[in-house]
């Protein structure tokens, strides 16, 4: 079974876009998330929709704001994982332990070019 998860969007300020979603949409904050290696990210929700807003610690990184991937969950994680394979899916990054100590993940693109977690 696979349900949505949430959508990842990549910021250039993490404090004003939280501030604004959470003032001025109404989103609630969830957790946080800090990944040592590229940044940091919180998980916010608007009625039932999570959206993950992610920001690189490096200031003079060259970043691209907005949808960065839309993301799913599954109860049958290694079996979707093979179907992609023997789709002819190549993983941009393949199966792993989440970042956030959260179960596990992995990144591949749609036939539109979309990553998908």
Do not use: W
């Not at 394979?85 to 989440?98: E, M, V, Y």
């Amino acid at each position: 079974m696979l349900e949505f998860n949430h959508v990842g969007l990549e910021v250039r300020n993490m404090k004003e876009s939280f501030d604004f979603y959470t003032r001025i949409c109404g989103a609630q904050y969830r957790r946080g998330l800090f990944f040592p290696c590229s940044g940091i990210g919180c998980y916010i929700q608007i009625d039932t929709c999570m959206i993950e807003l992610l920001a690189t610690l490096d200031q003079g990184a060259s970043i691209s704001p907005g949808l960065c991937h839309i993301a799913f969950t599954t109860d049958s994680f290694d079996d979707l994982c093979a179907r992609l394979l023997a789709d002819g899916r190549k993983f941009q990054t393949p199966p792993k332990r989440a970042g956030s100590g959260f179960g596990r993940l992995a990144f591949f693109y749609d036939p539109n070019g979309v990553l998908v977690e």
